[in-house]
Every structure is written in C-alpha cells, then in structure tokens.
C-alpha cells in the first residue's frame, strides 16, 4: 500500500538559508499534518491543512509557511533559517471525514521524516 | 497544559504483557483516546484508538475506564521489537504529541 513520501530525506542548509520540504499524502487522504521533532525531543505540531485549506496551527514560526495544492501534496517552507530549527520534520496524512463528508477518526499515517541540518 | 499524564519509563521482560497507563482526567466528551509509537527516529506509528469502549487489534488493546479519566495500552506479548516510546493523545481535532514512556522489552 502507498505510504505518505517525504522529500527529501536528509538536507543540509547553512543559516540564513531558505529550505522547501515536501509531502506526499497516501492518496484519497483528505489531511495533512506538519510535525517538528528536535533532538531528543518529542514531535511538536506545527500545522494542518484540510482539502487545502489550513485547518489547524500549532507552534509555526512565522519565518516558516506551509501550503497545500491541488493535487493534495503539501510543502513546508522555511526561510532565515536557525541553527535551532535543525530537526526532523514528519509529515502525517489521514482521512478525516469520509463518505458522505461525515467525520470520521484521526489516523495518521506518518512518513519517514525530512532531517534538516542547519550549520 | 499537558492533557495526558504517562510515566518517563517502563521496562517490560521478552514475551510477558507491557500495560502502559496514562492519565487523562480533563478529557472532554467528543475527544477520542489515540495511541501511536515512535521506534528510534522513524515517523510515529498509529497503535490503537478508541472513545468510551474497549478496543482490541493485531497489535493491542485499549482499556478505558468508564469514566474516561484513565486508559491502558496492553501489548499481550512484548517482543524486542516492540522497545519504542509510547505517546496516549486525546484529541479531537487535536493531534498533539506530550511526553511519552520510553518503553524497554529485555529479553
């Protein structure tokens, strides 16, 4: 089965630099989430987005932005980048309402992470 | 302020039941209890969910007490591969990660 791909892997940027990090939802997954992990840190929630509107904003800094298009993948932008933003970055997907627009539960299906090194 | 109370760690031996208890006394009524595992650095890993009942899959149980303030997650025969840390989310809209139990299975 499709899992949710994440782009790319491993990228190093050097402070003051700009980073684009992508996500590619399971398909016919109408959410995405945007997860911050820091070293030995717990993944904090950074921002959602529901049939690509935003739908949900937790701790984003105001240098990042996030969008998603119209063929539902999502990219996570971040300028001026801090040595402190050097973390994992998981995108999650799932499928919050179902047939019928009807709500159904948060299961969220993470991809493998993007590891952002800022030097 | 946290919405979900868990223990720092737990150890748990080969082959024997890990209960993983968390608190959470200010759920609301429409919030669902979710479980989700993170081994080493890979992206989290759904477990289980569940609102008021009991709920059992491949992979665990869920016990919630009737009055929803408490859950327990039971892996019925932990195995090395099961060494993760264990986040209890309530949420309903809301998907949150608090601190988690670093869970450790000895052979």
């Known amino acids: 089965a499709a899992g949710v791909i994440q782009s790319p892997r491993h990228l190093i940027k050097e402070k003051r630099e700009t980073a684009t990090l992508k996500c590619y939802p399971i398909p016919r997954h109408d959410t995405v989430y945007w997860y911050q992990q820091g070293p030995g840190q717990d993944p904090q929630f950074l921002i959602s987005f529901y049939e690509k509107m935003q739908s949900d904003k937790g701790s984003i800094p105001d240098r990042f932005s996030a969008q998603q298009f119209s063929d539902y993948h999502s990219e996570l932008n971040m300028s001026s980048l801090e040595l402190g933003d050097s973390a994992l970055y998981f995108c999650?997907?799932?499928?919050?309402?179902?047939?019928?627009?009807?709500?159904?539960?948060?299961?969220?299906?993470f991809g493998s992470g993007t590891q952002l090194s800022v030097l | 302020d946290a919405k979900t109370t868990q223990p720092t760690s737990m150890d748990c031996a080969e082959g024997r039941a890990a209960n993983l208890p968390c608190n959470h006394s200010t759920i609301s009524g429409n919030e669902y209890v979710y479980w989700y595992r993170q081994i080493h650095s890979q992206g989290p890993q759904y477990i289980i969910h569940g609102l008021k009942n009991n709920e059992t899959n491949e992979m665990a149980s869920l016990i919630i007490t009737e009055d929803r303030k408490s859950s327990t997650l039971i892996l019925p025969h932990a195995t090395l591969r099961d060494t993760a840390v264990y986040y209890c989310i309530v949420s309903y809209n809301d998907m949150r990660f608090g601190a988690g139990t670093r869970l450790t299975v000895k052979p």
């Open positions: 999650a997907s799932s499928l919050v309402r179902g047939p019928q627009g009807i709500a159904t539960n948060e299961k969220l299906f």
